[in-house]
T-cell receptor, first 116, second 112 residues
Framework: NAGVMQNPRHLVRRRGQEARLRCSPM?????VYWYRQLPEEGLKFMVY????????ESGMPKERFSAEFPKEGPSILRIQQVVRGDSAAYFC??????????????FGSGTQLSVL | AQSVTQPDIHITVSEGASLELRCNYS??????LFWYVQSPGQGLQLLLK??????LVQGIKGFEAEFKRSQSSFNLRKPSVHWSDAAEYFC??????????FGAGTTVTVRA
């Protein structure tokens, strides 16, 4: 039973390029959450999605960032026109289908984004 | 606003020695509290959690944590560390139904 899968593990982009981060939740999980960890800070909530719906994007920057969780395929966190301040570790978590909860979150290994 | 403070950025401990990691939180209501561990190249793994009841919580890998409301603390302990305990440890408080607010983490180095 595979855990939460994130890819790529490391992503290098130049300023102005686009970054796409992928997250496949655990089998049977339909709730996906994205967190960002800036250097020397704790993980910060970004967005919560269910299949084809954004439920809570209160932690997402208003510009350049978007997220989706289509009916088929992984969840995608997209960052357009990246800047150096976007360099961070991005973590995805999922929870079981019954409920959105912080009691049963399973985290992926994260994607380390480096912007040159 | 909810916040979590982990005062120690880095701790070095000898194998076989005891370990205590500090965590202080700020939260208006009775908190849900968590400790996660991240080993190199791995995802965050839940060590233990506190919701209510007994303030001493047992977790996996021989870890325990004690909730002290009067001190707003939830410190993590292990009586005897193993080299495999070298990792980064995160304390977190539950915010609402599904969010977590994390501390900045404590990196533990284990020396032989």
């Amino acid at each position: 039973n595979a855990g939460v899968m994130q890819n790529p593990r490391h992503l290098v982009r130049r300023r102005g390029q686009e970054a796409r981060l992928r997250c496949s939740p655990m089998k049977g999980h339909s709730h996906v959450y994205w967190y960002r960890q800036l250097p020397e800070e704790g993980l910060k909530f970004m967005v919560y999605l269910q299949k084809e719906n954004i439920i809570d994007e209160s932690g997402m920057p208003k510009e350049r960032f978007s997220a989706e969780f289509p009916k088929e395929g992984p969840s995608i966190l997209r960052i357009q026109q990246v800047v150096r301040g976007d360099s961070a570790a991005y973590f995805c978590a999922s929870s079981p289908a019954e409920y959105a909860t912080n009691e049963k979150l399973f985290f992926g290994s994260g994607t380390q984004l480096s912007v040159l | 606003a909810q916040s979590v403070t982990q005062p120690d950025i880095h701790i070095t401990v000898s194998e076989g020695a005891s370990l205590e990691l500090r965590c202080n939180y700020s939260y208006g209501a009775t908190p849900y509290l968590f400790w996660y561990v991240q080993s190199p190249g791995q995802g965050l793994q839940l060590l233990l959690k506190y919701f209510s009841g007994d303030t001493l919580v047992q977790g996996i890998k021989g870890f325990e944590a004690e909730f002290k409301r009067s001190q707003s603390s939830f410190n993590l302990r292990k009586p005897s560390v193993h080299w495999s305990d070298a990792a980064e440890y995160f304390c977190a408080v539950g915010v609402g139904d599904y969010k977590l607010s994390f501390g900045a983490g404590t990196t533990v180095t284990v020396r032989a």
